[in-house]
């Protein structure tokens, strides 16, 4: 019982500067009085108030948290934070139901960007800028941004940012002290969205409309303040913007890093997903616009590739934007680029997926068995950048790709069962699961998730947390064994 009060603490001081970023929306609403100043007075104040009492009433059980701690906390964070998230939008728009709500805090916040809301021009700016900062921060990840501040006010942050951060972040150190590693990250992650934003506007979006989309361009979340997405402005040049941005954000953030710290280009180089993340991504932009033009979709190459690039590097980054409606290209496009959604991003960035290092793995490891195969006597390691890839990561890998499609499948079967239609069921969880967003048919780029069924839309949103949390941190916590001491 100790143990749950003192990740109590911690989760009280999570939800306590979560609520401090209701400032930033309040601060728009007054600048522009939009009419929605009042949903962020209360909802400050509750989310505010309940973080204080948390973290007042469990701080005599304040201590170094555990493994099994930091699991337990991050499954919390991210599973409870959406309900404060959910305020706003609940105060503001009062036939909104707390099911369409929590579904659109959960997009919001793992970075998915599927939404239940029509009629996004219309919203007051500052309810729109809400649901983009959620995107923006649950991007990198909330924990990691807690990370940099826990160790000021005595708990340490190891085992929560392990037990967060996707892929090699697990076991790299890239600085000395986890709190500074944090703080590099968000620094790097604030620069690149501020050069986003910088860009937009110089694109062609108003300074608003620029910062927003930076958010979730930089996120790789796919909310839009505009119910057409991209093709509210018809630019191919704000599309490009969009396109550089897009593939920076599915690149791992700790390359990133050193690129800055170390002033030169070289991590690029060294980083083993990077090169085969953008060859993928341009060969299927180019092979999708010889398709789509060869099907008669477009009447001309440069048309063609103009839509084939952007949709095609939004839904494998799993952004989720749209500058057409793809649902209605010829079915292999679609289905291309979901099964581009499920591998195509690198560890440690924005993206959603199994990741790029994953994919990698797999492959090498069943190039081994081919060879084991036709060599039985033969030492055939994985290497990955030439280092040997122990066995146990290999399995680990095995293991996280077992559940993964058990999980598409289950849940595929589930959707289905309720009343899907099967292509319906399948891309709606292969767009949650890898916190894409839109999928095809009902859940298409041109429509919202809004008429699924309360049941539909609480296994859509367990499946972005799912997703968001890489499968094995959430569903460790359902163990039993998780629970003995």
């Known amino acids: 019982m100790n143990r749950l009060f003192a990740v109590i603490n911690v989760l009280g001081i999570v939800i306590l500067i979560f609520g401090f970023t209701l400032l930033v929306p309040l601060g728009l609403s007054l600048w522009l009085n939009d009419t929605a100043q009042f949903v962020y007075y ?37 599973s409870v934070l959406p309900v404060f998230a959910t305020l706003p939008l609940l105060l503001y728009l009062p ?3 707390f099911t369409k709500a929590y579904f659109e805090a959960t997009s919001g916040l793992t970075a998915s960007g599927g939404t239940i809301l029509t009629g996004l021009d219309l919203l007051p700016p500052s309810i729109n800028l809400w649901r983009t900062e959620m995107v923006w921060m649950g991007g990198m990840g909330l924990i990691v941004l807690a990370v940099a501040v826990l160790p000021l006010l005595g708990v340490g942050g190891r085992q929560m940012f392990k037990a967060e951060t996707p892929g090699p972040m697990k076991d790299t150190k890239l600085t000395p002290r986890i709190a500074e590693t944090a703080k590099g990250l968000w620094l790097v992650y604030a620069g690149i969205t501020l050069a986003c934003a910088s860009a937009y506007k110089l694109a062609g979006m108003t300074w608003l409309d620029a910062v927003m989309h930076a958010f979730t361009t930089i996120g790789l979340g796919g909310f839009s303040s505009h119910d057409a997405s991209f093709a509210h402005w018809n630019s ?57 033009w060869i099907m008669g979709v477009y009447p001309d190459l440069l048309t063609a590739l103009r839509y084939a690039s952007f949709n095609t590097v939004s839904v494998a980054t799993t952004a989720g934007y749209s500058n057409t409606d793809y649902n209605l290209w010829p079915i292999f496009a679609p289905l291309w680029m979901l099964l581009l959604c499920c591998f195509c991003s ?17 492959f090498k490891q069943v190039f081994r068995e081919m060879i084991v195969i036709m060599h039985p006597q033969a030492v055939s390691p994985v290497k990955l950048s030439n280092s040997v890839v122990p066995n146990r990561i290999v399995y680990a ?14 849940m595929t079967l589930i959707l289905a069962f309720s009343g899907l239609d099967f292509i319906t069921a399948f891309s709606t969880v292969v767009a949650c699961i890898n916190n894409l967003g839109p999928g095809l048919n009902q859940v298409g780029p041109a429509t919202t998730f809004a008429e699924l069924t309360n049941f539909q839309t609480w296994i859509c949103s367990f499946t972005m947390l799912l ?7 959430l569903l460790v916590v359902f163990m039993p064994a998780f629970w003995r001491k």
């Open 95 to 97: 036939n909104l139901s």
């Open 346 to 362: 690198s560890s440690g960035s924005t993206g959603g997926g199994i990741k790029m290092i994953r994919a990698q793995l797999l």
């Open 397 to 410: 890998v095995l293991a996280f790709l077992s559940i993964y499609i058990a999980s598409i499948i289950s």
């Open 236 to 292: 191919p040049l704000i599309e490009s913007v969009a396109i550089l941005f897009m593939l920076i954000a599915g690149m791992n953030f700790a390359t990133h890093f050193l690129v800055w710290r170390e002033k030169t280009l070289s991590p690029y180089r060294y980083d083993p997903e990077a090169g085969l993340f953008i060859t993928i991504i341009l060969v299927s932009c180019l092979m999708l616009t010889l398709y789509l």
């Open 467 to 473: 997703g968001r949390l890489e499968l094995f941190t």
């Open 42 to 78: 209360k909802s400050a104040a509750i989310t505010i108030t309940l973080g204080l009492l948390m973290w007042i009433a469990t701080r005599s059980y304040k201590r170094e948290l555990q493994v099994r701690d930091g699991f337990l906390l991050v499954v919390l964070v991210w």
